[in-house]
């Protein structure tokens, strides 16, 4: 039992996806097309690590349109970008392995690129909720509060866990300083030339980035009846400067909008000028500047957040958090900063909490049912030593497997109770028969383990036998229960041994003493 804190936790076992998937980012600001090359290098590299027998497709994303679909997308900007690998079935190596050749060849060849794997599963997604990683250390700040504090203690934090031996990627999922251009609209101006600042920035989006999200028009086809969204916008190659998007139509000088999306039925004047002579531009009531903000805004409840997303560098999940809980709890945050932890390790923690009560519970109903069926306190209890000798095979065994603790362990473990502990209870109940035939009790305890272990070691070596096959992941997929298989192997195999000597060496014990005790209790009233 001393190997019992080695053991690692996880919330389920770890499994070969098959897939996985690169989350690159490129220097702050980087355009497009530069975040294309580099998708391309990375595209190279990946067909020269894996071969094409176990290569299957690579797709890349890359960057974000600002419309409706960047929802659908982790990038953030056009310095972002996410690529996809899948192995064929029956790749001849693991994809572990992949991920660890592609990140050293790529710290070697690209260092100025910063990249993060994540699984591709569909198990990994749905535990981790889509998160990028299964560790999230999130900052959280009112709303009311600026970013620059969180993100200064976010990286005071990745500095901190990067040397830690625990921690394998560790990522700060937001930019803070992406590349900005920010326009200030001056409303005394605006409101003098009967326009407001709500519709200075709907007419410069409209003109950017089209009407769709802002007043989305649909024109409908009479002759089958489909609809089409219409949306206008400037060309982009257009606007290639200041000057340009300073240029830009945002009302007119005789007081009604130039998109007035409100329908105003106030009538247009014109005095026959060209109309964009009568047009007031965003230069005439805005400055523009370049800034650097947060390339997006993140938030948690209200809250304003900034990830820090962390992979651990084994399979042990629980003993990497706790790592980086003692790691960040050594750091002092900035006012108004809270630190919560969140991914599926603090959901597992949460379900291991639940189902160590559930298994002391269900220890406790099958001692009220052993007294209940029995009518006897002494005989469930002796019977109920079998399940500590159970679990230190369970122990030995998934520490010689480097087998986690996991959902599928844990069930493991209840299915090797309920066999041990109907051994014992066969082993208990014939002894007692023994005795009441008037049998001394070694007699009666050897007699028990001699003749009752034909069929334990039937029901053990049945149960051993039927799941070493799953325990040795010979089939695909099998990896999966395969801790549950090494759990009542390592309890059956060590129960077996335990409970044919020390359950009938604790009966004969246990009702040795109650024998001495009675005759002890009757000595007096015998003498009166």
């Not at 999940?317 to 003692?326: F, I, Q």
């Not at 109907?422 to 028990?448: C, P, T």
């Not at 801790?483 to 192997?489: K, P, Q, W």
Request: net charge neutral; proline share 5%.
């Amino acid at each position: 039992m001393f190997l019992f804190p080695h053991l690692g936790t996880r919330l389920f076992p770890e499994t070969d996806p098959g897939k996985f998937v690169i989350n690159v980012v490129t220097p702050v600001g980087t355009r497009l097309e530069l975040t294309e090359a580099a998708a391309r290098r990375i595209n190279d590299m990946i067909h020269q690590v894996i071969p094409s027998r176990d290569l299957e497709n690579v797709i890349a994303n890359l960057g974000v349109v600002p419309n409706i679909s960047a929802l659908y997308t982790a990038n953030s900007g056009e310095d972002t970008a996410q690529i996809m690998v899948a192995l064929r079935s029956g790749h001849s190596r693991s994809t572990g392995y992949y991920e660890q050749a592609l990140r050293t060849a790529l710290a070697r060849e690209m260092p100025n690129i910063k990249t993060f794997f994540s699984s591709g599963s569909i198990i990994d997604a749905v535990l981790d909720f889509g998160a990028l990683a299964p560790i999230d250390v999130q900052m959280s700040a009112p709303i009311s509060e600026n970013f620059g504090p969180m993100f200064e203690f976010a990286r005071q934090v990745t500095d901190r866990l990067k040397g830690l031996p625990e921690v394998g990627q560790i990522m700060i999922k937001q930019v803070a300083d992406y590349p900005t251009v920010e326009v200030n609209v001056d409303r005394t101006k605006a409101a003098r030339l009967g326009i407001t600042e709500r519709s200075v920035i709907t007419n410069l989006i409209t003109a950017i980035n089209s009407n769709a999200l802002i007043k989305p028009l649909i024109w409908i086809d009479l002759h089958n009846g489909d609809d089409y969204y219409l949306s206008a916008q400037y060309f982009e190659e257009n606007i290639n400067s200041f000057q340009t998007l300073l240029d830009i139509p945002v009302g007119t000088r005789l007081g009604a909008n130039y998109h007035d999306y409100t329908y105003s039925a106030v009538p247009l004047r014109t005095d026959g000028g060209s109309g964009h002579e009568q047009s007031i531009l965003l230069g005439d009531v805005a400055t523009v500047q370049r800034v650097r903000n947060p390339s997006e805004a993140d938030h948690y409840n209200i809250q304003r957040v900034v990830d820090v997303l962390i992979s651990p560098r084994t399979s042990d999940m629980g003993g990497t958090l706790d790592a980086v809980r003692r790691a960040v709890k050594e750091l002092e945050a900035p006012a108004n900063v809270k630190v919560y932890f969140r991914g599926s390790v603090v959901n597992m923690q949460r379900t291991f909490a639940s189902m160590e009560l559930g298994f002391l519970l269900a220890v406790l109903v099958v001692y009220l049912v052993g007294v209940a069926q029995g009518r006897s306190w002494l005989d469930p209890f002796i019977f109920m030593f079998s399940v500590p000798m159970g679990m230190i095979g369970v122990v030995w065994m998934l520490w010689v497997t480097r087998t986690t603790i996991n959902i599928e362990s844990m069930m493991g473990v209840i299915v090797m109770n309920g066999i041990v502990v109907s051994n014992a209870i066969l082993l208990i109940d014939f002894a007692n028969q023994r005795r009441r035939q008037g049998q001394s009790l070694r007699h009666a305890a050897v007699e028990a383990a001699r003749i009752r272990m034909r069929p334990i070691l039937m029901t053990s070596l049945a149960t051993i036998v039927g799941l070493t096959p799953l325990a040795l992941k010979l089939e695909a997929g099998s990896a999966a229960s395969a801790s549950l298989a090494c759990s009542v192997i390592g309890g059956l195999t060590v129960s077996l041994v335990m409970t044919l000597f020390l359950v009938p060496s604790l009966w004969e014990l246990f009702y040795s003493f109650k024998r001495d005790h009675g005759a002890q209790a009757q000595g007096p009233e015998a003498a009166r």
